[in-house]
């Protein structure tokens, strides 16, 4: 158990439906993200969320909508999906140490997302 | 172009030897960070060491040791007596600068044979 907790493990959806991946992480920090891992491709990166505010949203399609309403949590909301966005998506979470840089992620065992 | 190469796709390794994965990086930063990861078969992506470019000495953690070229842009990551439960794919991963952001390779996948 790594302290940052994924919901649900697998996922099987039709592209026309609307579903929700959620993140919760009990390590106390205080920056959390959505990674894309494919087959054959490097983890994407697709949002990071810095003291609940969005910093980064890597050129992602607006078929994915994230939402973290406090620092423990996040959520990524699927709607119109492709066959192509199955994958597995890790959530992560750091703690930001500026001057260090050693942020180091702490990941969930991700959710593998089906999209029929 | 790649932030991060890692030009072994897969390695087998027979337990007990040291084992060296390759990770090459492209930076202009002078602050960055390198990171090594470990995904077992079971999906969750671990911790195994970090570098920060203005440490001096190479990092070790227990039979993890990473062994940085600043010149050559090198990070790699050295197993030194393998074990069974090593067999994974390994990420190596790096920030630049007091970016958020932490771009990772497309990985290595090693197996430890018996």
């Known amino acids: 158990e790594t302290g940052v907790t994924q919901t649900p493990r697998h996922l099987v959806m039709g592209m026309t439906n609307k579903k929700s991946l959620k993140c919760e992480q009990h390590?106390?920090?205080?920056?959390m993200y959505w990674y894309k891992q494919s087959a054959k491709k490097p983890l994407e990166l697709m949002f990071v969320?810095?003291?609940?505010?969005?910093?980064e949203n890597n050129s992602v399609p607006s078929r994915f909508s994230p939402e973290c309403p406090n620092s423990s949590h996040l959520f990524l909301h699927l709607h119109t999906l492709q066959p192509e966005d199955s994958a597995l998506y890790l959530c992560?979470?750091?703690?930001?140490?500026?001057?260090?840089?050693?942020?180091?992620?702490?990941f969930g065992a991700g959710s593998r997302l089906t999209v029929l | 172009a790649q932030k991060i190469t890692q030009t072994q796709p897969g390695m087998f390794v027979q337990e007990k030897e040291a084992v060296t994965l390759d990770c090459t990086y492209d930076?202009?930063?002078?602050?960055?960070?390198l990171f090594w990861y470990k995904q077992p078969s079971s999906g969750e992506m671990i911790f195994l060491i970090y570098?920060?470019?203005?440490?001096?000495q190479n990092a070790t953690e227990g039979r993890y040791s990473l062994n940085f070229q600043k010149a050559r842009k090198s990070a790699n990551l050295v197993i030194s007596a393998s074990q069974l439960g090593d067999s994974a794919m390994y990420f190596c991963?790096?920030?630049?600068?007091?970016?958020?952001?932490?771009?990772f390779g497309k990985g290595t996948r090693l197996h430890i044979l018996p």
């Open positions: 992560a979470s750091s703690q930001e140490y500026p001057d260090s840089g050693a942020n180091v992620l702490t």
């Open positions: 390590l106390g920090h205080n920056a």
């Open positions: 969320y810095s003291l609940e505010e969005r910093v």
């Open positions: 930076t202009s930063d002078q602050s960055y960070g």
């Open positions: 570098q920060g470019s203005y440490d001096e």
């Open positions: 991963a790096m920030r630049e600068g007091l970016d958020d952001k932490i771009i």
